[in-house]
Nanobody, 125 residues
Framework: QVPLVESGGGLVQPGGSLRLSCVAS????????VAWFRQAPGKEREAVSCISTGNGNRYYVDSVKGRFTISRDNAKNTVYLQMNSLKPEDTAVYYC??????????????????WGQGTQVTVSS
């Protein structure tokens, strides 16, 4: 059983929007911080955003601030990444991942235990 499953990727024109979903199976996300990472061809994996449990503090990499919004629906055991005003440089495989409780040090992928298989986002005209 795959613990995390991402969906919602696809091909979109510059300026368009997509909403990614990350659904957990076999465990509840209530006690986990959830982050979105992305990896473009030939580049290192990059942390994009993170949402903590509890008060739900949210964090974003500078390049997506004001364009992306992370949210969580614990009743659906799902975390979302709403991506607006997409740019070609947002093209990458997007992954969700979990760590206990808070987003501290979320920029380090080694802090995260469970990962999804990824969903491709392509921004191109």
């Amino acid at each position: 059983q795959v613990p995390l499953v991402e969906s919602g990727g696809g091909l979109v024109q510059p300026g368009g929007s997509l909403r990614l979903s990350c659904v957990a199976s076999g465990f509840t996300l209530d006690y986990y911080a959830v982050a979105w990472f992305r990896q473009a061809p030939g580049k290192e994996r990059e942390a994009v955003s993170c949402i903590s449990t509890g008060n739900g503090n949210r964090y974003y990499v500078d390049s997506v601030k004001g364009r992306f919004t992370i949210s969580r629906d614990n009743a659906k055991n799902t975390v979302y990444l709403q991506m607006n005003s997409l740019k070609p440089e947002d093209t990458a495989v997007y992954y969700c991942a979990t760590k206990a409780f808070y987003c501290s040090d979320y920029g380090s992928s080694t802090s995260f235990g469970s990962w999804g298989q990824g969903t491709q986002v392509t921004v191109s005209s």
